[in-house]
C-alpha cells in the first residue's frame, strides 16, 4: 500500500541521521512517522462510488495516500480574500452564495503557503480553510495547507510585508479570543464570519499617519507579536502544517525540494519547523530555527530554482536543474513536483517534461492582482482552470498529458 511505502521512506530518512533527542516533548515524541490516521469513511466523489480512506502518515501531514481522489492546488494567497473565494469557487470546492460552504465533496484541496503578508484578511484567510477543512473531511475529502516563505517570516518576527489593515485584524483576532468563551477549534473556524462584520466597522478610517493610528499600529505590532512568536496562538496554528507534502505521486513545496533535503529527512524538517514554531523546548533561549527549511537561497520555502525563466538560462543549467529535479522527484518517489513562490505572469505552467508546475500567479491584489488560476489533477493528469474573463462566469480548462 502507499502508506506503508511513505513509512518507509521516511523510515529511511530519519534512520539515516541522529532523532530528535530524548529531551524532546513528549507530545511530538509520540507523533513520529509511526502514526497514521484516516480521515474518511470512505465517501466517493463524483459518481458516488464508494473511495477508499484518505490515510495521513506525519504529525504534521507528510504523507497522504488518497486514493481516487481529485487533487485541487492553489497558490499564493497573501490576504486576499475576495481571490482566495474566486480561487476556490472556479476549482469546484466552494459555494458561490457567500456562505462558504464546501461543495468539492471528496476532493483534496492544497494551498501551498504565503497566506501572510501584503494583504489585510490573513487570519480570515486561515480561518475559511480550516472550516472547509472539517467540512471537507465529513464529505470523504480533505484540506491541507504547506508552510511558505512568509509564514516563517512572521514566526521570526520579520513583519516588513504586513499591510496596516493585517495589523488591525491582529488586535481584533486577539481581543475576540480573549473574550470568546469556547474552544480554539470553534473560536477559530468562525472568526471568518466575525472578521468581515470588523473589518466593515472598521471603514471609517482616519489618516493612517495620524497620531491615533501610530499609537494603533504600535499595538497592532504587539497583537501579532503574541499571535505569532513560536508558541503563539497563530503560530501554533501554522505549525499544525508540513513544509513539505506528498499526497499520492506528487509532492507540494512552496519554494522547492532538493536532493539534500530529501537526505535529510522530509519528515524530519517537518517535525523541526512545527517544533520551532510551537515554541516547544526545555531551554528559555526557545526551539533553533530549521534553516534546512525556512532560512537560505536553497531552503525548501525560499527556493526559486525550478521557477526561474529558461530564457535566463543556458542551455547546460536547463540540463543541471532538470537532472537535479529528476533526482529528487526519484528519491522521494514521486512523479511530479507542484510549487508556489514566485508569480508567474504568463500563468500557471509546467517545465522540464511537466515534472515541475509553478502555480503562484500573483493573484493577491498587493502582488500582480492577477486573475486566478488552480491546478487540478486527477488520476496523475494535470490540467489547468483558469477563467477566460475576470467575472469568472466563464471558465477555460487548459489539458496536459
Known amino acids: 500500500m502507499y502508506v506503508q511505502q511513505s513509512k518507509s521512506m521516511a ?25 497514521s490516521s484516516s480521515l474518511t469513511a470512505g465517501i466517493g466523489y463524483g459518481k458516488g462510488e464508494a473511495l477508499k480512506p484518505i490515510v495521513v502518515s506525519g504529525n504534521p501531514p507528510t504523507f497522504v495516500s488518497a486514493p481516487g481522489r481529485r487533487i485541487v492546488a492553489v ?50 484567510i486561515l480561518s475559511l480553510l480550516r472550516s472547509l477543512d472539517a467540512q471537507a473531511k465529513s464529505q470523504g475529502g480533505a484540506v491541507f495547507q504547506v508552510n511558505g516563505n512568509h509564514e516563517t517570516m512572521n514566526v521570526e518576527g520579520d ?17 475576540y479570543m480573549n473574550d470568546h468563551g469556547g474552544t480554539w477549534e470553534e473560536a477559530f473556524v468562525d472568526w ?35 499571535l505569532l512568536r513560536p508558541g503563539g496562538r497563530l503560530a501554533c496554528e501554522l505549525a499544525r502544517h508540513a513544509v513539505v507534502l506528498k499526497v499520492n505521486d506528487w509532492v507540494f513545496c512552496h519554494g522547492g525540494l532538493l536532493p539534500h533535503h530529501v537526505v535529510y529527512g ?67 518517489g514521486a512523479r511530479g513536483m507542484v510549487v508556489g513562490h514566485t508569480p508567474q505572469t504568463t500563468g500557471v505552467n509546467c517545465k522540464y517534461d511537466c515534472s515541475i508546475w509553478r502555480i503562484d500567479v500573483g493573484m493577491s491584489s498587493g502582488v500582480l492582482n492577477s486573475r486566478p488560476e488552480v491546478l487540478e489533477i486527477r488520476d496523475n493528469n494535470a490540467r489547468v482552470i483558469r477563467s477566460k474573463r475576470k467575472t469568472f462566469s466563464e471558465l477555460q480548462v487548459v489539458d496536459y498529458t
Open 11 to 35: 523510515s529511511l530518512c530519519l534512520n539515516s541521521l541522529p532523532l530528535p533527542p530524548p529531551s524532546q516533548p513528549r507530545k511530538l515524541l509520540e507523533t513520529s512517522s509511526s502514526s
Open 192 to 226: 471568518i464570519g466575525i472578521s468581515e462584520r470588523l473589518k466593515e466597522d472598521r471603514k471609517i478610517y482616519q489618516n493612517p499617519w495620524g497620531p491615533f493610528n501610530l499609537v494603533k499600529r504600535q499595538k497592532g505590532v504587539i497583537a501579532r507579536s503574541i
Open 266 to 332: 522530509i519528515e524530519r524538517l517537518n517535525q523541526e519547523v512545527s517544533f520551532w514554531m510551537r515554541g516547544l523546548n526545555e531551554s528559555d533561549d526557545g526551539p533553533p530555527i530549521p534553516f534546512i527549511a525556512t532560512r537560505g537561497y536553497d531552503s525548501v520555502v525560499w527556493n526559486r530554482l525550478y521557477s526561474r525563466d529558461a530564457s535566463e538560462l543556458e542551455d547546460y543549467q536547463v540540463d543541471q536543474i532538470y537532472s537535479i529535479l529528476q533526482e529528487t522527484l526519484q528519491a522521494v
Open 75 to 124: 497558490g499564493d494567497l497573501h490576504g486576499d480574500l475576495e481571490q482566495t473565494r474566486c480561487a476556490l469557487e472556479m476549482a469546484g470546492v466552494l459555494s458561490s452564495d457567500g456562505q462558504d460552504i464546501w461543495t468539492g465533496g471528496g476532493t483534496v484541496l492544497i494551498q501551498l503557503g504565503d497566506i501572510l503578508d501584503r494583504g489585510e484578511d490573513e487570519i480570515a
Open 159 to 175: 513583519f516588513r510585508y504586513v499591510e496596516l489593515g493585517a495589523f488591525d485584524e491582529c488586535i481584533d483576532f486577539l481581543e
